[in-house]
């Protein structure tokens, strides 16, 4: 991909695809939920299609009618065995939720993944499982492909996380599904609770008591009707192209604003970014709004503790911003991001250091010394779909042409990514 940065700014109303963790979760709660459950808004992209491919493949039926999802639940019980390993490509956020399920079922299972995920760490959610009496096994404890068999009995577990993680939360709630006796979870730091609400949502029995998670003996999940909200992490990348490129003004429509997800939204806020939210409203127990962002001259910030997990998959757009901005911008406690599709930090560090950014990796984090502009560059995406997005951003910020290598990983999550930017690009 070839993005020259010409003075170009970002006007008018944007609106950006469906929520990435809420179509995952919409399709694995539809499946195991009683009756129909119709999404809207659904997101198609590489990774929401290996979610249904893994359901349709243990007997559900999961239909696409005017851009509408239908899927027919089975019920807690009424999955089949897969006849084919269960291939949930790059995406982890599939594979560890779907090991929560998969671990209550009473046939074996395997899961397998592409190179980047196989890569990626699972003992985080093998250990919660077995504490719970699941049998599960990775290479080494700890590497897909996994391979998950039928246990007598699960008991609730009281958790307390090592790690703050959505996912590894997500596969425990699932599993209490399928367990005897209550379940309480004990977060590190509060992350994404779209499993959590959307279980309510279906009917199940769950509470929060001061940060402390608890789901008890859930008999059934009702099939219900899902608006899925658009993606706040997709809606982040226009979000930084506004607050740096000069004269900018954009509205982003209907974006999901659940807590869990907008650390990135205070952090550029404390930058002194223009962002005001409006027309607040709530779908299936999500907070939604539009956003409206203008150019702004930024300054640095230092960033850390709980706020990450609220922005953690926008730390490479952050990074964008921060090497914009006024001064030095020191990012910690995000040692995830080693852990994700490539290691982001290694990546955003590689790629913007191409195009004359001072910037450093610490061991849990980021130093970024910003600066007036940027340098046009051959930039590569590392095959990971949020430092693509991250770069084409920094490109436009280019005084000329910068080259954007294996750019099409943007499928993962945000197909027709280009298109949208373009169509939001004016050029002076
Ligand atoms: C996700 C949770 C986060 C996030 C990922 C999606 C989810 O991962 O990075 O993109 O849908 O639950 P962790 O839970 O590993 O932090």
């Known amino acids: 991909m070839i993005i020259e940065g010409r003075n170009a700014c970002l006007k008018g109303e944007i609106v950006v695809p469906g929520d990435k963790s809420i179509s995952h979760r919409s399709i694995m709660i539809g499946s195991i939920a009683e009756g129909i459950t119709e999404i809207d808004n659904f997101l198609f992209s590489e990774d929401t299609w290996a979610t249904i491919d893994c359901f349709k493949n243990m007997g559900v039926n999961i239909t696409s009618k005017n851009g509408m999802i239908e899927v027919k639940g089975v019920g807690l019980n009424g999955l089949k065995p897969s006849q084919k390993p269960l291939y949930c490509g790059n995406s ?51 590497y897909p492909p996994l391979q998950i068999h039928p246990t007598q009995i699960l008991s609730g577990i009281h958790y307390q996380m090592p790690i703050s993680s959505a996912q590894v939360k997500s596969a425990i709630l699932f599993a209490s599904l399928y367990s005897k006796g209550e379940t309480a979870i004990v977060e590190k730091a509060f992350s994404r609770d779209h499993t959590e609400r959307m279980l309510e949502y279906f009917g199940a029995n769950i509470n929060k008591k001061d940060s402390i998670i608890f789901i008890n003996d859930v008999q059934r999940l009702e ?29 982003l429509k209907d974006v999901g604003l659940n807590d869990g997800r907008i650390g990135l939204l205070k952090v550029l806020k404390k930058m002194g970014g223009y962002i005001e939210v409006e027309n607040l409203k709530s779908f299936n127990n999500e907070l939604v709004g539009d956003i409206n962002v203008r150019y702004s001259k930024l300054k640095a910030v230092e960033v850390g503790g709980d706020i990450i997990s609220s922005l953690i998959d926008e730390i490479p757009a952050l990074a964008v911003a921060a090497s914009l901005a006024d001064g030095t911008t020191v990012i910690r406690n995000a040692e995830e991001l080693k852990y994700k599709e490539t290691n982001r930090l290694k990546a955003i560090r590689t790629e913007l250091r191409k195009m004359g950014v001072g910037i450093d990796e610490l061991d849990d984090g980021l130093i970024i010394e910003g600066r007036e502009s940027l340098k046009p560059a051959i930039l590569d995406s590392h095959m990971d779909h949020r430092i693509a997005m991250a770069l084409s951003i920094a490109a436009l910020n280019g005084k000329g042409k910068s080259q954007i290598n294996n750019a099409d990983c943007v499928n993962i999550s945000f197909p027709g990514f280009y298109q949208t930017l373009y169509n939001s690009l004016i050029f002076s």
């Open 92 to 142: 982890g956020t599939t594979m560890r939720l779907i090991s929560g399920i998969l671990i209550g079922q009473d046939f074996s299972s395997t899961l397998l993944g592409d190179d980047s995920l196989n890569k990626r760490p699972m003992k985080r959610i093998i250990e919660p499982l077995r504490k719970m009496g699941g049998l599960i096994e990775g290479i080494k404890d700890e």
């Open 223 to 251: 099939g219900k009707r899902v608006f899925v909200p658009n993606d706040f992490s997709s809606a982040a990348y226009f979000i930084i192209a506004a607050l740096t490129l000069k004269n900018s003004q954009i509205k």
